[in-house]
Structure formats: C-alpha cells, structure tokens
C-alpha cells in the first residue's frame, strides 16, 4: 500500500483563491484592500525566501503589502518603534515580524509589542490564551494550515488519537490546542519523551514539528494513520548541493500511512495560505465587519 500525497500546494491555491475573493468583496465595500506589512529583520536566506514568498502572494490576492526590510543591526527600540508605526497605520491589518530575530532582538518582547488585533501570525500571548481557552482570536499560520489539511483528509478529527512531536510556541503548543479544539485526544511529544516510536505507535494522526531531517520512521506509524509533516531541514548532497526534507521518513512512511504531506509542497504553501486568510479575516474585524463565509 502506497499513502495518499496530500497536496499542500494545490490545497494552498484553493484558500488563496477564496481569499482574492473575499479580498476583492472587502475592497467594494470599504474603498481599501486588506493590507499586510511584513518585517523582515537582516539578511537570513531562509528567511528572507519565505517573507518573499508572503509578499508575492500578498499582491496576488489583490491585498495590499508593506514591505520593511531593515538591515541586521537594527536595535530592538528600532524595532518597537516600526512595530508602533504599524499598529497605527489604518491601512495596516496585518504585521509579520518574519523570526529568527538577530539575537541582540528580543522577540517575546516584539511580539508583544503588535496589536492583538493585527498579529497575523497569532503569536501574541493574547492570541496564544484566546486558542487555550476556546475564543475567538488569530491562529498561528502553520497548524492552522496543518488543522485545515487534517480536516480535508479525515473530516471529523473527534475521538482520534492524536500525537504532536514538538512543543514549541509557533507549531507544537498550538497545533495541540486546536486538535484538542476538534476533541481529538491530545499527546504532546518533546524531547524528553520517553520511548517516542511506543508513543507514535498509538496515532491516528501524527503531526512532525521538530527539526529533524527524517526522524520519524516508517515502522513507528499505525498503519493507516495520516501523517503531517512540518520540517523543513536543508540537508547536504551528494554533489555538494542540497535538497529539503521534513521530519518523517517519507518513503519508508508511506508505506505505512493512510496519507503523508511531502516536503516541500505540504504545510509549507499552507502557512503562506493562511497568513493571507488571518489578514482578511483581520481586516473584516477591525473595520466591524462579521467574519467572511467560506474560510
Ligand atoms: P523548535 O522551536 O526548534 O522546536 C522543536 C521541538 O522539537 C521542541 O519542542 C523540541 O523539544 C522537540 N524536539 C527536538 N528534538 C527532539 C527529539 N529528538 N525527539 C522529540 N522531540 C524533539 O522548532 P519549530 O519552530 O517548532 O519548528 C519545527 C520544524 O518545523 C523545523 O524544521 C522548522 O523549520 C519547521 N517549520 C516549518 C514551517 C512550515 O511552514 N512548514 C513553519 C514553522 C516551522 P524541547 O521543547 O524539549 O526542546
Ligand atoms: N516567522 C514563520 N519563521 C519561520 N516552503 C514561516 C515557512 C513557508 N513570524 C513568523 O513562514 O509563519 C511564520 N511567521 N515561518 N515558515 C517557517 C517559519 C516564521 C516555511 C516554509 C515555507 C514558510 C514554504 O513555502 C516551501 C514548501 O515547503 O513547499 C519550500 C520553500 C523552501 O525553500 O522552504
């Protein structure tokens, strides 16, 4: 048996589709497109390929995109105050403070810094506590792409054994919120785990975000369970290049899996899709509108 390749790029273009529309909507009745200012802080290639990406897909929606690129020696008050500009700028629905910071940067402090109401990337402690305790806020992008995959695959995640391997602020702790949100029962596996293959062993639904290249293996999964794949490691070839893998094994797992995201074209395009979404939503909120149908 052969898994499933859950198409994250194509699943990507469908929300990025309903958000053009949902755009075009806003900007009738308002006189404004939604817009997005994104933050780019030194010269980190990763990085600035992603923040990139989020700019190209931001003007492809019909939004509007403000882009900071500031130089590595930017201060943390530099950068709080650019961060102030932005939350008072009413063209501004959406700030992205694209991490890793330098790290004379304190990001907890930036973070916070950014009106609730524009944190896009749902990092803000006010976000973070509004998706422990069941409100409505901002959802980090990525396990909010991961939950939509999830959703498309499975339908119904109630009653499934879920384990997330990773407990970070960004992809681990949230994603095992909004699982836990669908009523599936929740395992938070880290690096202090003991026996994390036995604890893998037991999931309907395994979600990777660790930073691993190839970690999880094949015969840790129940056959059948459908397998998210966040990792992004550059990992070096043969012939002195490099290529992406994620954090699962993927041949050896879809030999085993009901269905498995490739890296890349999985959660990747998934994150970008879904920042675009919390800016639209961002703005229909700010401007007193009811969320918008369809995302
Ligand atoms: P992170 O902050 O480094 O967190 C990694 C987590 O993995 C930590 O909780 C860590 O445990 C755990 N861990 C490390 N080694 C482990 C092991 N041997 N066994 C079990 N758990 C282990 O990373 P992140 O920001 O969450 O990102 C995770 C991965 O996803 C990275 O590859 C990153 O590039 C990728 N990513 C992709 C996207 C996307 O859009 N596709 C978005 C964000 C991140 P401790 O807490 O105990 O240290
Ligand atoms: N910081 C993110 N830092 C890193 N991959 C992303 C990401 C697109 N504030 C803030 O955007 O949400 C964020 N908010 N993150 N990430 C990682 C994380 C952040 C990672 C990969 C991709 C965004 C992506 O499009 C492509 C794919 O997987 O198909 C491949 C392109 C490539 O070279 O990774």
Request: hydrophobic share 45%.
């Amino acid at each position: 048996m052969t898994a499933r390749r859950i198409d994250g790029k194509a699943a990507a273009a469908a929300v990025r589709a309903t958000v053009a529309r949902i755009a075009a909507d806003f900007r009738q009745r308002t006189g404004r497109a939604p817009g997005l200012a994104t933050v780019l802080v030194g010269e980190d290639p990763a990085s600035a390929v992603y923040v990139r990406s989020k700019v190209k897909a931001t003007a492809e929606a019909g939004m509007e995109g403000f882009s900071h690129s500031l130089p590595d020696t930017t201060s943390e008050a530099e950068l709080l105050e650019l961060v102030e500009r932005l939350n008072a700028d009413d063209r501004v629905d959406g700030i992205l403070v694209q991490l890793p910071l330098p790290r004379h940067i304190d990001s907890d402090r930036v973070i916070a810094a950014i009106d609730p109401a524009k944190d896009v990337d749902g990092f803000h402690p006010i976000n973070a506590g509004r998706l422990a305790t069941g409100l409505d806020g901002l959802v980090p992008c990525t396990p909010f792409g991961c939950l939509h995959l999830l959703k498309a695959e499975l339908g119904d995640l109630s009653g499934k054994q879920a384990v997330v391997i990773g407990r970070s602020n960004i992809v681990g702790k949230p994603m095992a919120m909004l699982l836990l949100g669908e009523s599936a029962t929740v395992t938070i596996a880290h690096s202090r785990t003991e026996d994390l293959a036995e604890v893998v062993r037991h999931a309907d639904i395994v979600v990777a975000a660790v930073g691993r290249p190839e970690m999880v293996k094949g015969d840790w999964l129940k056959p059948g369970a459908v397998v998210i794949d966040v990792g992004i490691n550059r990992v070096p070839t043969a012939d002195g290049k490099s290529r992406l893998v994620g954090d699962v094994a993927y041949d050896e797992a879809a030999e085993v899996a009901a269905a498995i995201t490739p890296v890349p074209g999985g959660v990747g395009p998934m994150t970008i899709a879904m920042l675009l979404r919390n800016t639209v939503v961002a703005a229909h909120r700010r401007a007193g509108m009811a969320d918008p149908e369809g995302l």
